[in-house]
């Protein structure tokens, strides 16, 4: 008779219910940060712009949302993305950003992860020693280029939407630290900026929970006070993402290092791509940085992304630039999940 470690062998996929839900991803990271890719068995979204089936999903799939990116699938750190049809035929795709509070306008760590991925599965020409990719995010059009070297990526680049300064050196009242100066930037998203050297807070990951808390402690209260939090030209896009920590590298012979605290209390694993992107334009308007020159920036992890400024570009009534991001990303696994209409936890819950 057959043993059980036999049996297992020849009876390893289980075989779910026509009635239950299932969903395939390919999940990676950036630098640390996950990265959950859906590619099959989602419901048809409607729209003819990115900005539409956002709106779309939210008002009629959230549920799934919840599903994939929290417990027991996910966790409260977890991202993901849906790829849609691009904005016009000039672009390649569309994709849309998924988290633990809702769906954010710019992601730069999921451009440079889809990036690479988009070349690994062949989804686009692949075009030695660089491919370009054009991605329509909520925010706007995005420029991605990968490098490719002896048939492997190398890495992935991009250059972001016009990033701008709204203001430099504010002053916000937060509980338990008092007033804290803070710049407020937009890089596809909009984040406040803090000193985390002035604040007496290592960003090391035994500060993990105490940046959380006290990220969100300024970004309520930025929230609250501050009503210079408006997008030029799109209302969806005018509200505050996170707060950003920078502070003293600790690794030799880097820049800065990054801490952001986003949506509902999210911290990232990587130095933050649309975050990146809103440190260019302050440090150029303080002269900190010119046309060209790089920035290596780093995340709680230690990993690096390279920041730089490709030109200055006028974006409404704001002195803009456009910023280049650099890093790498790598696939972890595959993926198929299944939501029993039965489970009393299907749609997920969400627990710190």
Not at 218 to 223: D, E, L, P, Q
Request: proline residues 6%.
């Amino acid at each position: 008779m057959p043993s059980f470690l036999d049996k297992l062998k020849t009876s390893h996929t289980f075989e779910p219910p026509e009635h239950w839900l299932k969903i395939k991803t390919i999940d990676m990271h950036t630098g640390g940060e996950p990265l959950r890719v859906i590619v099959d068995g989602f419901p048809k979204l409607e729209g003819s712009s990115v900005l539409e089936y956002r709106n779309f999903i939210k008002n009629k799939y959230d549920h799934l949302r919840l599903a994939l990116m929290h417990e027991p699938r996910g966790h409260a750190d977890m991202y993901g993305c849906i790829l849609l049809p691009p904005n016009d035929n000039d672009g390649d795709f569309g994709i849309l950003f998924l988290h633990n509070e809702g769906y954010s306008t710019m992601c730069g760590h999921a451009i440079i992860a889809i990036s690479t991925l988009a070349i690994e599965m062949n989804w686009v020409e692949v075009i030695s020693p660089e491919t370009h990719i054009k991605i329509d995010a909520p925010c706007g059009r995005i420029d991605s280029f990968v490098k490719i070297k002896n048939g492997k990526v190398e890495s992935v680049y991009f250059h972001c939407v016009p990033s701008f300064v709204v203001a430099l050196d504010q002053e916000v009242e937060v509980e338990g630290l008092g007033n804290v100066e803070y710049d407020l930037a937009y890089g596809g998203a909009f984040y406040a900026y803090v000193n985390s050297d002035k604040l007496g807070i290592p960003l090391v990951p035994e500060n993990y929970s105490l940046l959380i808390q006290k990220g969100m402690d300024i970004k309520r209260a930025v929230m609250k006070s501050d009503s210079q939090i408006k997008h030029p030209f799109e209302v969806d896009l005018s509200f505050l993402y996170g707060t950003i920590f920078i502070g003293g590298p600790v690794s030799e012979g880097l820049d800065s290092r990054n801490v952001c605290i986003f949506a509902e209390g999210e911290v990232d694993r990587c130095p933050t791509g649309s975050g990146v992107s809103g440190r260019m334009p302050i440090h150029f308007m303080r002269n900190e940085i010119k046309i060209g020159e790089t920035m290596t920036i780093e995340s709680i992890t230690g990993s690096v992304f390279k920041g730089s400024i490709v030109r200055e570009e006028k974006y409404g009534n704001f002195d803009a630039v456009i910023p280049q991001v650099e890093g790498t990303a790598h696939i972890t696994g595959q993926h198929e999940f299944l939501i029993d209409p039965d489970d009393p936890f299907k749609f997920g819950f969400f627990l710190r």
